[in-house]
């Protein structure tokens, strides 16, 4: 049974043959959507037909209207951390969530551009949040990410072809919105169980993806927010992140449940964006396969 396999059937609970469509959908066709994505930034139509100011309004609409609706999702604190203690939000818990959403909702429409990866990476996290919701005994987080999980895969299953042919890219930014919302109220729905560095160790691939190519936007003298187009990851490599998109959400299990200390995820965190901006730049990373 592959990867993709382990992380759909019993989530989803599809057929074993549903299952095997999908993923030949999946590895038939996330190149192409890839490749018209990033043509698409190149010759600027998503700048024309979905701009970043309007997008980013919507997702500022989105997010608070979730955050109407579910007030665990409001961040009150960032963690804990030795010799400080509790990073709490205070008055910037608003702020703070509305901040994570966007950049949330961003890495995952990112990643998608680049590597048709927003199905992988938000299943496999949502799976990870639904596990972790259950081993918490949080009824509310479990219905919350099985459903959203659903819908991410509804999105996946029907929404492949009109993205490529699209200037709108629905399955990145309907996944995106769902990881926001589950991963920003694991923290109180869990009673700080899982605290908000787990929930992004989940995500950390899209995250630091995101945070490399900002990076090395600002490295050229261009905008952070410009689109570029830039190819990223390809051959081997891609197929790398594709087993990473895995990985992160299994480490966030591991983190919760052996209780690793804030400090140590962040700290992991920042040395992987590190890493991973480094490698990114290695032109032999990124020739056409």
Not at 159 to 187: C, E, K, Q, Y
Request: net charge positive.
């Amino acid at each position: 049974m592959s990867a993709l396999q382990m992380v759909l059937s019993p989530g989803m609970l599809l057929t074993a043959s549903e299952v095997r469509r999908l993923e030949a959908d999946w590895a038939g066709g996330n190149r192409q959507r890839a490749a018209s994505n990033r043509e698409k930034e190149r010759n600027g139509s998503d700048r024309s037909e979905n701009s970043f100011r309007t997008r980013i309004a919507l997702q500022l609409g989105a997010t608070a209207g979730a955050m109407a609706l579910f007030p665990e999702m409001k961040l009150t604190s960032l963690g804990t951390l030795p010799g400080i203690g509790e990073l709490g939000t205070g008055a910037l818990a608003v702020p703070a969530t509305m901040l994570l959403s966007l950049g949330i909702m961003n890495a995952v429409r990112k990643i998608d551009t680049q590597y048709a990866l927003a199905g992988v990476v938000s299943l496999a996290a949502l799976g990870a949040f639904g596990l972790l919701s259950w081993l918490n005994a949080s009824v509310f987080m479990l219905v919350l990410s099985v459903a959203s999980a659903g819908a991410a895969g509804l999105f996946l299953l029907i929404g492949r072809s009109r993205t490529v042919h699209s200037g709108l890219n629905p399955v990145a930014d309907i996944a995106g919105f769902l990881l926001a919302v589950v991963a920003l109220s694991m923290p109180q729905a869990t009673g700080g169980a899982v605290s908000p560095a787990v929930a992004l160790t989940a995500l950390a691939l899209p995250l630091v993806n995101l945070l490399s190519v900002a990076l090395g936007r600002v490295m050229q003298g261009h905008s952070p927010f410009v689109t570029d187009g830039s190819p990223g990851f390809a051959g081997t490599s891609h197929r790398v992140l594709v087993s990473l998109s895995l990985v992160f959400p299994l480490l966030a299990i591991a983190a919760a449940v052996l209780e690793v200390s804030d400090a140590m995820l962040f700290i992991s965190l920042a040395g992987l964006c590190v890493a991973y901006h480094a490698v990114s730049r290695r032109p032999d990373y990124n020739r056409a396969s």
